[in-house]
């Protein structure tokens, strides 16, 4: 469910043509709508309803100071993976102790930034790692909040780049482990060991995987209970998908399937979804620069490229294309829609049918608010994409797009002695 939808045949973010943004802004455009992004808040917070939870948005999948705001205004906290996500963070207002952060490879700054700002807790992701965030809150005469993080050792069933709940994976500390590291960790002065956390995977399309990982996680936290270790957190992780293409489980009908088997372990439940907050609040809207049609295909043609979205050729991903203006009695046509940037892998859409868009049209990509923008590079030497939040009527430009300056500001031009 969003709030991109044709009016006499035109398509609107919101109360505003999508026309008129391309006009303004001019295009590639990535367009956000508020409405659809606290729809999405409030109806997966509800879906916890029935739970003690917090709901920390990762970030990582769309982080534009602006969205950040948008979600801790409604009470959201935040799982980053990097001392600039948590620095985005700090800067769009949010409360550090609604903060987890998450990652396997946190530098010693890193540590010390978030033990600084006072974030709720770090996710552990190996043996040194617990050992150097002992240290570094030793130095800083501080005390880590740490939950470790369990890789669960199971399927979810996604594209192989985003699987993460696999022991073959680089994520968590093994199963067979979680028992002597829980013991270990308690025995490091400089830490305090208030929970456990997971996360398997991203876009899983079926409650299965989250049903397994919640049995196994809640064995561990009963027996950790057992032994003494009370925690205060179980972090479930994110990973629900979105309609791309499949049909995943709503977010009601995801919580209810993981909180049965977490049920009555006297512990706060912190949900990180990253995609399903964002997914398909966001559209990447191009332009059509040419129709080639060669003796064995069509291409469209178009001023958006993979350094804008880069999904479809990272992950194999599919991403509905609308025109931004329909035209009646248009026959369709099979085509490639592909960027400018010179690599085969640069395309939006293959062998796709679309109603034969035409040079200077405008298509929208859909659902590419998550893992989109924040993806965006300036391979090619393009400008990253202007970002534009609608709220109603109104429209925030939230990121300017990129000027050539901004892409040459830190390079130097050597004097070369010859
Ligand atoms: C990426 C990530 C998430 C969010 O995943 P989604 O599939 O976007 O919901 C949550 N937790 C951790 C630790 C992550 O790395």
């Known amino acids: 469910m969003h709030y991109f939808a044709y009016r006499n045949n035109e398509l609107y973010a919101e109360e505003v043509a999508v026309r008129d943004i391309a006009a303004q802004i001019g295009t590639p455009v990535y367009i956000y709508s508020a409405g659809t992004l606290r729809r999405h808040f409030r109806v997966f917070d509800e879906a916890f309803a029935g739970a003690d939870h917090l709901i920390c948005y ?27 996500e948590l620095m985005r963070c700090l800067r769009a207002g949010a409360d550090p102790k609604k903060i987890v952060f998450s990652g396997v490879g946190k530098t010693d700054e890193e540590i010390a930034a978030a033990l600084q700002a006072g974030i709720l807790m770090f996710n552990v992701e190996s043996r040194p790692e617990l050992y150097r965030i002992a240290e570094v809150a030793r130095r800083l005469k501080l005390k880590a909040p740490v939950s470790l993080r369990v890789n669960p050792d199971l399927d979810p069933g996604t594209h192989p780049h985003i699987s993460t709940g696999h022991r073959t994976s680089k994520f968590g500390i093994p199963l067979s482990e979680v028992f002597d590291y829980y013991a270990e960790a308690r025995g490091l002065a400089d830490l305090e060991l208030v929970g456990l956390s997971t996360h398997i995977g991203s876009q899983i399309t079926d409650t299965g995987p989250f049903i397994e990982a919640g049995e196994k996680v809640a064995t561990i936290v009963r027996r950790l209970k057992a032994d003494g270790i009370a925690l205060r957190y179980l972090d479930i992780g994110g990973g629900l998908g979105i309609p791309y293409q499949e049909e995943p489980p709503p977010p009601a009908e995801y919580a209810a399937a993981i909180l049965k088997p977490l049920a009555g372990l006297g512990v706060k439940i912190i949900a990180e979804p990253g995609r399903v907050l964002v997914g398909n609040a966001g559209i990447l809207v191009t332009r059509v620069l040419y129709v080639k049609q060669t003796d064995v295909k069509r291409f469209i ?22 025109p931004v203006q329909k035209f009646e009695g248009r026959p369709g046509v099979i085509a490639d829609v592909v960027g400018p940037v010179c690599e085969s892998g640069d395309f939006f859409a293959q062998d796709r049918e679309l109603p034969d868009p035409r040079d200077g049209e405008l298509l929208a990509v859909m659902s590419a608010g998550a893992y989109g923008f924040v993806m965006a590079s300036n391979y090619n030497s393009r400008p990253r994409a202007a970002e534009v939040l609608v709220e109603g009527k109104t429209m925030h430009v939230i990121r300017e797009r990129d000027s050539f300056e901004d892409q040459v500001q830190r390079e130097k031009l050597v004097e070369f002695q010859s």
């Open 58 to 84: 990762a970030m990582k999948a769309l982080s534009n100071l602006s969205i950040l705001k948008l979600f801790g205004a409604m009470g959201s906290g935040f799982d980053i993976v990097s001392v600039g």
């Open 301 to 322: 043609v178009v001023d958006g490229a993979m350094n804008d979205l880069i999904r479809p050729v990272l992950y194999e991903a599919y991403h509905a294309i609308w």
